[in-house]
């Protein structure tokens, strides 16, 4: 009886080095930057072994999320233009927006999701978060699924 697959997101810095190493192994074999198992492994400091062990494990989030549908959570100043600048930044970044959904603002925040389609991005979902937090009037920029 075969047992099914759980998946965690986790951050980079807790998880082990060797993790971190297939992945960049990975990234160096689809790049062309190395050619073989033997000259990633080299690169990275892992043995073959190592990589092959955990080569179907191992994948980055912008990998494992791109052609996804992916719902941000975001808290927002009331104020004039902070969604029309949320709004620019998924669209400068490739996202098709699928929904929005506001509350009515409380305490001079309100709450935002908004779910897009991640297929044709330009850029990675990390870069998008990261863009999302440092637009004027966002409090937090977070995904909420996906």
Same mark, same amino acid.
């Given at each position: 009886?075969?047992?099914?697959?759980?998946?965690?997101?986790?951050? %980079?810095?807790?998880?082990?080095?060797?993790?971190?190493? $297939? %992945? /960049?192994?990975?990234?160096?074999?689809?790049?062309?930057?190395?050619?073989?198992?033997?000259? %990633?492994?080299?690169?990275?400091?892992?043995?073959?072994?190592?990589?092959?062990?955990?080569?179907?494990?191992?994948?980055?989030?912008?990998?494992?999320?791109?052609?996804?549908?992916?719902?941000?959570?975001?808290?927002?100043?009331? /104020?004039?233009? $902070?969604l029309s600048g949320i709004l620019a930044a998924?669209?400068?970044?490739?996202?098709?927006?699928?929904?929005?959904?506001q509350t009515i603002p409380s305490g001079g925040?309100?709450? $935002?999701?908004i779910t897009a389609e991640t297929m044709h991005?330009?850029?990675?979902? /990390?870069?998008?978060?990261?863009?999302?937090?440092?637009?004027?009037?966002?409090?937090?920029?977070?995904?909420?699924?996906?």
């Amino acid at each position: 009886m075969g047992m099914n697959p759980k998946y965690y997101i986790v951050e %980079a810095s807790a998880l082990p080095e060797v993790f971190l190493k $297939v %992945a /960049e192994a990975k990234r160096l074999l689809s790049t062309g930057e190395a050619t073989t198992v033997n000259e %990633a492994a080299r690169i990275t400091g892992i043995s073959r072994s190592a990589f092959y062990k955990y080569r179907d494990t191992v994948l980055p989030f912008q990998n494992m999320m791109t052609g996804r549908i992916i719902t941000f959570q975001l808290m927002l100043h009331d /104020e004039p233009g $902070v969604l029309s600048g949320i709004l620019a930044a998924f669209a400068e970044g490739g996202a098709n927006i699928l929904t929005i959904n506001q509350t009515i603002p409380s305490g001079g925040c309100a709450l $935002v999701t908004i779910t897009a389609e991640t297929m044709h991005m330009n850029k990675t979902i /990390e870069e998008l978060l990261r863009q999302l937090s440092r637009t004027g009037g966002v409090v937090k920029a977070e995904i909420l699924a996906g």
